[in-house]
């Protein structure tokens, strides 16, 4: 009884903590893959949050063709941590160790999450329709133009209404109940 009582609130903080600075290193890698503004106040902050793990790291995995591939394996090292603790809390043990593997469709979720969560704070900002040049709305629209700006030319508006990100909506859940079932029973993912 006792175990349970310190351990749920134990992967709780694990989940969350860690869960939160993958995601933060996942936006690094995707601002720079949008070419994103790296002076924007957000973009600086994303780069100052994830800079003292990833300065040491750059000097033995190089970037590969301007892609930043030490930031994704930061945030690989840091999932598969998250998931190792996780399992060894929940009573897997050794099992644990397939955490490597785990990680890898918790990845795919968490960058399809940043597209899913850019394009509803990009649809929040429309209906309040802040100062363009606001650097919050900038960086938004630049992380989400890649997946609205092909839907947007192929679906006009109907009536004034933009339905492109409804329909970006639905591409991301459908790609997200598409891809992370067949790549977790891959990976034999528990969670």
């Known amino acids: 009884m006792s175990g349970n009582y ?7 903080l694990i989940q969350t903590l860690g869960g939160l600075y993958a995601f933060v290193v996942i936006l690094r890698f995707l601002l720079q893959l949008t070419k994103a503004d790296f ?6 902050f994303v780069v100052k949050v994830t800079s003292p793990v990833l300065r040491p ?16 394996v930061l945030a690989w090292l840091v999932q598969t941590l998250v998931l190792f ?33 850019g394009v509803i704070i990009r649809v929040i900002l429309s209906w309040i329709n802040p100062d363009p040049f606001n650097p919050m709305v ?11 700006a092909p839907v947007q030319r192929r679906l006009p508006p109907i009536g004034g209404l933009d339905l492109s990100p409804i329909a970006v909506t639905i ?5 997200q109940m598409l891809l992370l079932p067949p790549l977790k029973l891959l990976t034999g993912s528990p969670f």
């Not at 995995?61 to 892609?67: A, E, S, V, W």
């Not at 900038?138 to 609205?148: G, S």
């Not at 591409?171 to 790609?175: A, R, V, Y």
């Open 6 to 12: 310190l351990t749920n609130p134990l992967i709780f």
């Open 39 to 44: 002076y924007n106040p957000l973009s600086q």
């Open 57 to 72: 790291l750059r000097r033995y995995i190089p970037g590969f063709r301007g892609l930043d591939i030490s930031s994704l």
């Open 85 to 117: 603790l996780v399992g060894v809390l929940a009573g897997l043990g050794l099992a644990s160790l397939g955490a490597v593997l785990w990680s890898l469709p918790a990845l795919v979720e968490l960058a399809i999450d940043v597209f899913l969560y």
């Open 138 to 148: 900038q960086l938004i629209h630049t992380l989400t133009d890649p997946v609205m």
């Open 171 to 175: 591409g991301l859940i459908l790609m």
